[in-house]
């Protein structure tokens, strides 16, 4: 099953990611995660992309390229994958598509997991994250019993100076003006399924699976 995961911000991409991984035995490849591991190891694609962030500028989509290639070329993905924050924008869904082409690993499916404005806004500016085993509530939609308390084991819950509208409200933006556009790309590719973000987590899993079960036959 190859999977492109679309969604904004707050939509829940990360939660269902997992659990498409536990049940189809794919890797997620983030290319966050590609970018620190490469950099750590010190590749010759890391090379460049460190070079690139030390001296301020983005890391360019063919160094993120490189990185998918070399990901995809690893035995783990011989059953599929879930890319996961690439692409962002249409030309790398189209760099992508190239890329994937040329490796006889084309995608299956290009899964949106759909959620409204204002729920974004109130998952997002809600958040609190425990300190100590990382457990996240919401005081908005999913408190702990106690206030900013841990309920798994007591521990301090924080949150992030950064999420606030106004920054979330700009990233939400980015999103709509630069991602959002990829909605129609792989719709007019007949690769488009989309599952509504909202409500209870095992039952956004039960449709999303229902869609990548169709997907498979």
């Not at 949150?159 to 003006?177: P, S, W």
Request: with cysteine; net charge negative; hydrophobic share 35%.
């Amino acid at each position: 099953m190859r999977i492109v995961l679309l969604g904004a911000p707050g939509s829940g991409k990360g939660t269902q990611s997992k659990l498409i991984m536990e049940r189809y035995k794919v890797p997620q490849i983030s290319t966050g995660d590609l970018l620190r591991a490469a950099v750590s190891a010190g590749t010759p694609l890391g090379q460049q992309a460190k070079a690139a962030m030390d001296a301020g500028q983005l890391v360019t989509d063919d160094i993120v390229l490189g990185m998918i290639r070399e990901r995809l070329a690893m035995p783990d993905t011989q059953q599929g994958y879930i890319l996961d924050g690439f692409p962002r924008n249409l030309a790398q869904a189209g760099a992508l598509d190239d890329l994937l082409k040329e490796l006889g690993k084309p995608l299956d499916v290009a899964l949106l997991i759909d959620v409204d404005f204002d729920n974004l806004m109130q998952r997002l500016t809600g958040r609190q994250t425990c300190g100590s085993c990382g457990a996240v509530f919401n005081r908005h939609t999913n408190p702990s019993r106690k206030e900013n308390v841990c309920d798994v084991c007591g521990g301090e819950l924080t949150h992030r100076a950064d999420d606030n509208e106004e920054t979330i409200g700009k990233r939400l933006k980015v999103y709509e003006e630069q991602t959002r556009p990829l909605v129609q790309y792989y719709s007019e590719r007949s690769l488009l399924q989309t599952v509504k973000g909202e409500g209870e987590i095992e039952s956004i899993y039960k449709a999303v699976s229902e869609v990548l079960e169709s997907c498979r036959k």
